[in-house]
């Protein structure tokens, strides 16, 4: 069973840079697909970014390209997001979430879920 736990997250002003981290238990984090998904006060959850094992290839959602960076390190079992110059429109709960298959811009890829991480972006 994959349990994943979020870190990072905090309030910054427009402009800031955070880190968010997940750290990744329960099974062989080498061989799973990782995603960030991002859900703003009143709206639904989407997505932001992936990062597939093999090759360590990326996908970014595109109001967040050029911004945000996703990484992996698989020898601390982890998963990152660098956010650079963040804007207030950032603000939201952040989820790292893990497949055993293929990662993919859909939430119903992701059979394991964190408790999520609020990021804060004031004007």
């Known amino acids: 069973q994959v349990q994943l736990v979020e870190s990072g997250g905090g309030l910054v002003q427009t402009g800031g840079s955070l880190r968010l981290s997940c750290a990744f238990f329960?099974?062989?984090?080498?061989?799973?697909?990782m995603a960030w998904f991002r859900q703003a006060p009143g709206q639904l959850r989407e997505f932001v970014s992936y990062?597939?094992?093999?090759?360590?290839?990326?996908e970014y959602t595109d109001s967040v390209k050029g911004r945000f960076t996703i990484s992996r390190d698989n020898t601390k079992n982890s998963m990152y997001l660098q956010m650079n110059n963040l804007k207030p429109e950032d603000t939201a709960v952040y989820y790292c979430?893990?497949?055993?298959?293929?990662?993919?811009?859909?939430?119903?890829?992701?059979?394991?879920w964190g408790q999520g991480t609020q990021v804060t972006v004031s004007a």
């Open positions: 990062i597939r094992w093999k090759e360590a290839e990326t």
């Open positions: 329960g099974r062989d984090f080498s061989v799973y697909d």
């Open positions: 979430a893990a497949t055993g298959g293929a990662a993919t811009r859909f939430q119903m890829n992701y059979g394991s």
